[in-house]
């Protein structure tokens, strides 16, 4: 039975679950789940992603509030979800396509 590699972090010991593909070279950067979730690559799509979704969403959701100024804690709190959605969806995908098999 084959043992399962270790996360690749500094001073981490828990066991891979994520591989991240790393230049053109065959490995990969190995991350346990807590370490997957903070990876730069991962992080810096995802707020791209975020910011470009969300502020398309917030205009077609919100952009009529925001103009009047009538802004208020609840639709500032949907303003907040609408950028948090696309983040997480994006994160989802990078961490769900790089998980380990096995």
């Not at 591989?19 to 903070?38: D, N, P, Y």
């Not at 990876?39 to 969403?57: D, F, K, M, N």
Request: aromatic share 6%.
């Amino acid at each position: 039975m084959a043992t399962q590699p270790a996360c690749a972090h500094d001073s981490c010991t828990r066991a891979a679950s994520y591989r991240f593909a790393e230049g053109s070279q065959g490995g990969g950067a190995l991350r346990c789940g807590r370490h997957a979730l903070v990876y730069r690559p991962v992080c810096g799509r995802a707020l791209r992603v975020a910011l470009l979704v969300g502020t398309i969403l917030m205009v077609i959701n919100q952009g009529d509030v925001l103009l009047s100024g009538h802004l208020t804690a609840l639709v500032a709190s949907k303003i907040a979800l609408t950028y948090a959605v696309p983040f997480s969806v994006s994160t989802y995908s990078a961490l769900a396509a790089n998980r380990l098999h096995g």
